[in-house]
Structures are given as structure tokens and as C-alpha cells.
């Protein structure tokens, strides 16, 4: 069974710093696409970040030059780096996977975690 887990979350004050892990189960995802995504009380889920399987990253523009998205195919585990954080950053944060051979058919999802960024 594939498994998509988030850990890291927390309550961190504005200008803080967390660091969000996913770890995957069940199978490797060394070779997909991983990426980040945020969902704030009633917004729609927000693309954050993604890591292909070579290292190749993109980031949205709400999030560029303050959050780092890498991964470690070692431990099956991707992370989000995240600075500067401000209350706008609150949401539920849920990591993904791709579908094989894409950069945006995100097929697998984990439960996610919450971030609450107070002012």
C-alpha cells in the first residue's frame, strides 16, 4: 500500500522557520515527480513547489526565494524548507506524487499537516 506521509508542521511565529518531511512507503519514488501543495480554510489548494527526479525545481511565485523544496531518494523522503514564514502562510501543507513519466498528474496524496503562521 502507498503511503504519503507528512510530518513537521507546527505553530511557528511570522519570520519563523519549519521544515515539512513526506515520507513515502510502499514503493520508491526515486524516478517521479514530487511536489508541495498548501489548502488555507475556504481557498483552493495552492500549487507550492515540485522536484523532478533530476533535481530540476519550480516554484510558485507566492512561495519563490522563501520556501526549498528537495528530496532524498535514499530515505523516499521529500522536504520542504520554509522561511520567512508569514500569516498568510497559514494552511493544511500535503505532499504528492507524480504518475510516472509527468511533471503535473499528481496520483498519489498524503493527509497533510497543519502550518499556522501567528502575527
Known amino acids: 500500500q502507498v503511503q504519503l506521509v507528512e510530518s513537521g508542521g507546527g505553530l511557528v511565529q511570522t519570520g519563523g522557520s519549519l521544515r515539512l518531511s513526506c515520507q513515502a512507503s510502499?514503493?520508491?519514488?526515486?524516478?517521479?515527480?514530487m511536489g508541495w501543495f498548501r489548502q488555507a480554510p475556504g481557498k483552493e489548494r495552492e500549487f507550492l513547489a515540485r522536484?523532478?527526479?533530476?533535481?530540476?525545481?519550480n516554484y510558485a511565485d507566492s512561495v519563490k526565494g522563501r520556501f526549498t523544496i528537495s528530496r532524498d531518494n535514499a530515505k523516499n523522503t521529500v522536504y520542504l524548507q520554509m522561511n520567512s514564514l508569514k500569516p498568510a502562510d497559514t494552511a493544511v501543507y500535503s505532499c504528492?506524487?507524480?504518475?510516472?513519466?509527468?511533471?503535473?498528474?499528481?496520483?498519489?496524496w498524503g493527509q497533510g499537516t497543519q502550518v499556522t503562521v501567528s502575527s
Open positions: 510502499g514503493r520508491t519514488f526515486s524516478s517521479n515527480t
Open positions: 522536484i523532478r527526479w533530476s533535481g530540476i525545481t
Open positions: 504528492a506524487a507524480a504518475a510516472a513519466g509527468t511533471f503535473v498528474q499528481w496520483a498519489y
